[in-house]
């Protein structure tokens, strides 16, 4: 049998004629393939119906009936029928039709096609959509690098040497009650040692992120290791709400939380009591030598 494709005529002629459409079987198959490419597509029970009339007919003389066997069998042989035989069975029925039925079942064909078309494409839109969306979800909104403040003080450098790994998590808690800054934020350890505090230029951006929920990841970049004492740097990245990350759970503090503003206050409050002792020491001394005049 000649294989036919779209806009091309078998090489012999299949499809029904004047007479053909006139006899009982012609008329028959006729208004059967007029009815299953109304809709412009094939459902599996158009298709046993169009092979069950087929088989019961197959030994009438009609070219039409012998182009089409073969197609409806060779598309139902694997038992799934997949979209591209669905339209080659179609573009088949419409060979055998009559041209003035052939334009409309193929203006339906093809009305259906552009539907599914621009379904996949919508498909395809939605899902390229979908993922721009879960690549921003699940990026940093936020980024920091910066140098830990403090990490000189109050015997920070030690357990730098000993916690701070260059490549390993960190981990910002929020100093809420930090009499030096509403902002404070201590930089710890994957041990829980705290290591000094972010900056306060960046901390009075990240503070407000933290207390609002907003996930963090950190890490240790680098440490200093040129001067006196070491100085972690660290990179902070904050999520949105519902990014899908696995933020690590808070490690278990090792040691009392401290703040610059302890050190600071303790220094002032020594030096007021240095001055007080030293104005009363010097008015003991006026009023001594004031007393001991008196005398002489």
Same mark, same amino acid.
């Given at each position: 049998m000649a294989q036919t494709v779209e806009g091309e005529a078998p090489s012999?002629?299949?499809?029904?004629?004047?007479?053909?459409?006139?006899?009982?079987i012609g008329a028959e198959l006729l208004s059967l393939c007029q009815a299953v490419t109304t809709d412009g597509s094939f459902s599996d029970e158009e298709i046993s119906s169009l092979r069950e009339w087929l088989q019961e007919h197959k030994g009438e003389d009609l070219p039409a009936i012998s182009h089409l066997i073969p197609v409806v069998e060779k598309v139902i042989a694997?038992?799934?029928?997949?979209?591209?035989?669905?339209?080659e069975l179609f573009i088949a029925v419409e060979t055998i039709?009559?041209?003035?039925?052939?334009?409309?079942?193929?203006?339906?064909?093809?009305?259906?096609?552009?539907?599914?078309?621009?379904?996949?494409?919508?498909?395809?839109?939605?899902e390229k959509e979908r993922q721009r969306e879960e690549r921003e979800r699940d990026s940093p909104i936020e980024r920091w690098d910066f140098m830990v403040a403090g990490s000189r003080y109050e015997g920070r450098p030690a357990l730098i040497n000993r916690y701070a790994e260059v490549g390993a998590p960190?981990?910002?808690?929020?100093d809420p009650n930090n009499g030096y800054s509403r902002n404070a934020i201590e930089v710890r350890t994957a041990?829980?040692?705290?290591?000094? @505090?972010?900056?306060?230029?960046?901390?009075?951006?990240?503070?407000?992120?933290?207390d609002s929920g907003h996930?963090?990841?950190?890490?240790?970049?680098?440490?200093?290791?040129?001067g006196r004492y070491p100085i972690p740097v660290v990179v902070a990245e904050a999520y949105r709400k519902d990014a899908r990350i696995q933020t690590p759970p808070q490690p278990q503090a090792?040691?009392?939380?401290?703040?610059?503003?302890?050190?600071?206050?303790?220094?002032?409050?020594?030096?007021?009591?240095?001055?007080?002792?030293?104005?009363?020491?010097?008015? @003991?001394?006026?009023?001594?030598?004031?007393?001991?005049g008196s005398k002489t």
């Open positions: 012999r002629r299949v499809s029904l004629t004047k007479a053909q459409r006139e006899s009982e694997d038992g799934r029928i997949t979209p591209d035989e669905r339209r039709l009559p041209s003035d039925v052939r334009a409309v079942a193929r203006t339906a064909r093809r009305t259906v096609e552009q539907q599914e078309k621009d379904r996949l494409r919508l498909q395809w839109q939605l960190a981990y910002l808690v929020r041990s829980g040692h705290q290591i000094g @505090f972010v900056p306060e230029e960046d901390a009075a951006d990240v503070a407000p992120l933290l996930p963090f990841l950190a890490h240790i970049k680098k440490i200093l290791t040129g090792h040691a009392p939380r401290t703040t610059y503003r302890a050190g600071r206050v303790l220094g002032r409050t020594l030096r007021s009591h240095f001055k007080f002792a030293l104005i009363v020491i010097a008015v @003991f001394v006026v009023l001594a030598y004031i007393a001991w």
